[in-house]
């Protein structure tokens, strides 16, 4: 009785330990950034989302599929361009499953298959442009790669986001004449660059030189058109004084102009020192004989 009662504690022991064991191996859990596939027997039974699961060991399974933001590296290859090249290509494509279900159902290995399907397409566009199109048309390229790719994808519960090239490079000889026509261009680009900066600064001081003489020639004129103003004033000053002389005249000498004329000779004389020749028959004659060194009178010659 005693050994019955210890078998049947020693199998309760044990099948609570198997039963513990049975729950923890079908526990799984879900992360935020998956979603689980439930599987019974080897057909889909429903999608879990983020949080604790349990499955039944050896009857269902928890498949997790990545719903986040996923890269898959497309490899190195050899494409014949159009100009009969052979250009080493690779890619990165960018993508999010948004069916879990027909990712894992649909295809049999997404991420190989986007992989493959990418390099197929490459071949196909870059097949048909040269190799200087395809470097110098890279985002044309990039998205026109997505469009085919998510065009072919959604069918799989997948989106693409976006494809990047990340080389497209010629063989060796051709790489090296390249960059010798590259450096080249950089070159007569430099020289260029050079030979606007001489011609700008040549322009430059041509302009400096203009600005100056046109400087000099705007003083000239100016200068000019002061000492017109000025004449014009000593004239205007002038033709007043000649005037207001006429007027004195006329009021004070009126009938004795030749009386005038003699004695404004007379105070010219006396003011500039200037010798005269005066008839010796006028009044005036002897105050400037007195009155003015070096005048000498003419002397009327006597009658024979």
């Avoid at 069916?99 to 493959?116: E, F, G, K, L, T």
């Avoid at 470097?135 to 959604?154: F, G, H």
């Avoid at 302009?207 to 000492?227: D, N």
Wanted: a neutral charge.
């Amino acid at each position: 009785m005693f050994e019955w009662s210890s078998f049947c504690f020693s199998g309760l022991i044990m099948l609570l330990f198997f039963l513990v064991f049975f729950f923890l191996v079908g526990i799984r859990i879900v992360t935020p950034r998956q979603l689980g596939l439930k599987e019974r027997l080897g057909k889909y039974k429903k999608t879990c989302s983020q949080g604790f699961h349990w499955v039944i060991p050896g009857i269902e399974r928890l498949i997790k599929v990545d719903i986040t933001e996923n890269m898959v590296d497309v490899e190195p290859q050899k494409i014949i361009t159009k100009d009969d090249l052979n250009a080493t290509v690779d890619a990165v494509v960018y993508f999010k499953v948004l069916d879990p279900v027909r990712a894992m159902y649909a295809a049999q290995n997404y991420r190989r298959q986007i992989s493959s399907l990418a390099r197929t397409t490459l071949r196909d566009i870059i097949g048909k442009m040269t190799l200087t199109e395809a470097n110098s048309k890279r985002d044309t390229l990039n998205a026109i790669l997505e469009r085919e790719l998510d065009k072919q994808t959604n069918a799989w519960g997948i989106d693409v986001i976006r494809v990047e090239l990340q080389r497209i490079e010629p063989p060796a000889d051709v790489q090296d004449a390249m960059n010798k026509v590259v450096i080249a261009e950089r070159d007569k680009k430099a020289a260029v660059d050079f030979a606007t900066a001489v011609e700008t600064q040549a322009d430059g001081e041509r302009r400096s030189e203009i600005k100056k003489a046109e400087g000099v020639k705007q003083g000239l004129i100016l200068q000019a058109e002061g000492e017109a103003q000025a004449i014009i004033h000593v004239a205007k000053a002038e033709a007043e004084r000649i005037q207001r002389v006429n007027t004195a005249i006329q009021e004070y000498f009126k009938g004795e102009a030749q009386i005038y004329k003699k004695l404004e000779t007379v105070e010219r004389s006396l003011r500039d020192g200037t010798k005269y020749v005066i008839d010796p028959n006028t009044e005036i004659t002897n105050v400037i004989a007195e009155r003015m060194a070096g005048i000498v009178p003419i002397k009327e010659k006597p009658k024979e």
